[in-house]
């Protein structure tokens, strides 16, 4: 079954500085790689994915992520952190083109520091 | 534009109680879904509908129920609430499979005493 580890559940960082949240995935299929954000009191919304073809994946609001076939990993990055980006990330997995289910990380708190 | 409707957005149940979360959605999706939100534990399925007329359980599916009542409405029903139910739910749904968009709710905070 496929599983998806975010390290680290907090991440602070100083705005204007680099963002690295952390996401290793495990799937028997090629994977569908998927991060979301969620601001406070609101829901999911997508920032990116990675379905097949260019392992660098650009997003919303300049985040973008890279799929590392051998590293079994898909972080994201920011290279400049503002204050609107502090929200909770998750990175998440769906088995492949007939998968229904998508299964989601514990999440990582980005904090931005003024 | 409403997108993924869910109702109640707050419940507070004593232990034992019965109650049933309201999801509806408006973009002619096939596949809805519920998840848990606890901290440190991400986002956890419950039940999933691939399309109308099916169900299918998550990973966490016990003291769950769940109706997929038309194409539009999934409910979600504790039957015997308790404590370990307390949680934040979302509603969420897709137009299918794989790698498409899950569409969420604002989400209903549950308390159970």
């Known amino acids: 079954a496929q599983s998806v580890t975010q390290l680290g559940s907090h991440v602070s960082v100083s705005e204007g500085a680099l963002v690295l949240l952390r996401c290793n995935y495990s799937s028997s299929v090629p994977p569908y790689l998927f991060w979301y954000v969620q601001y406070p009191n609101q829901g999911l919304q997508l920032l990116l994915k990675?379905?097949?073809?260019?392992?660098l994946v650009k997003g919303i609001n300049g985040f973008e992520a890279e799929f590392k076939k051998s590293e079994t990993s898909f972080h994201l990055t920011k290279p400049s952190a503002h204050m609107s980006d502090a929200a909770e990330y998750f990175c998440?997995?769906?088995?492949?083109?007939?998968?229904?289910?998508?299964?989601f990380g514990s999440g990582t708190r980005l904090l931005v520091r003024p | 534009n409403a997108g993924v409707t869910q109702t109640p957005k707050f419940q507070v149940l004593k232990t034992g109680q019965s109650m049933t979360l309201q999801c509806a959605q408006d973009?002619?999706?096939?596949?809805m879904y519920w998840y848990r939100q606890d901290p440190g534990m991400g986002l956890r399925l419950i039940y999933y509908s691939a399309s109308e007329g099916t169900t299918d359980k998550g990973e966490v599916p016990n003291g769950y129920n769940v109706s997929r009542l038309n194409k539009r409405e999934f409910s979600l029903r504790l039957e015997s609430a308790a404590p370990s139910q307390t949680s934040v739910y979302f509603c969420a749904s897709k137009r299918g499979q794989g790698n498409e968009k899950l569409f969420f709710g604002s989400g209903t905070q549950l308390s159970v005493l």
């Open positions: 990675y379905t097949t073809g260019a392992t």
């Open positions: 973009m002619n999706h096939n596949s």
């Open positions: 998440a997995v769906s088995d492949g083109d007939s998968s229904y289910k998508l299964i």
